[in-house]
């Protein structure tokens, strides 16, 4: 798959790539105000626990310099199918290129065409809103504001659940 720009290529992360990955991710978040640390200790985890459901990479000549995860999420009135964004990182000088834009095109379709139910996401309502992603008071992520978690149903139904994310996100 490729963006506009002819010299990216989005292609699926192999184990071979999770060092290059882990270590773009620690970069990309290095100094986000709303990081914890712990952005690629969670892509181990998922990538360990065989529970990375979507984890692709972006690479410009031959180097790492984006990547997203997607992981399904657990829903309290049973539900299922829905999946979790996250993390998304791009390379921190090359941000505001059409990168994540093109990573995140790519992850949609890929849980689209996987038949996934919908997807959350925890960020900027701003920004995840241009991918069609709403906050929902049907679904909730207890502890955060509920206006930075939002959803995009692949359907039209919207089930009335608290999610839950794998424990390579840590306690919830």
Do not use: K
């Not at 999420?73 to 539900?79: C, F, I, N, P, W």
Request: contains cysteine.
């Amino acid at each position: 798959m490729h963006t506009r720009a002819s010299d990216l290529t989005i292609r699926d992360c192999g184990a071979a790539d999770t060092a290059a990955r882990d270590a773009l991710i620690t970069r990309a978040f290095l100094d986000a105000p709303h990081a914890d640390g712990t952005e690629a200790a969670i892509a181990a985890a998922l990538d360990a626990r065989g529970m990375a459901s979507v984890s692709l990479l972006a690479s410009r000549a031959g180097m790492v310099v984006g990547c997203v995860l997607t992981s399904p999420v657990a829903l309290s009135d049973g539900t299922s199918g829905w999946h979790g964004l996250g993390p998304i990182a791009v390379e921190p000088s090359l941000q505001r290129q059409g990168i994540g834009v093109a990573l995140m095109d790519a992850a949609l379709a890929r849980l689209r065409a996987d038949g996934a139910a919908g997807c959350v996401v925890l960020g900027d309502p701003a920004y995840y809103g241009r991918f069609g992603f709403v906050a929902n008071p049907r679904l909730a992520l207890p502890g955060v504001p509920p206006a930075y978690f939002q959803c995009l149903s692949f359907s039209r139904a919207v089930p009335e659940a608290i999610v839950r994310y794998d424990e390579a996100f840590g306690p919830t």
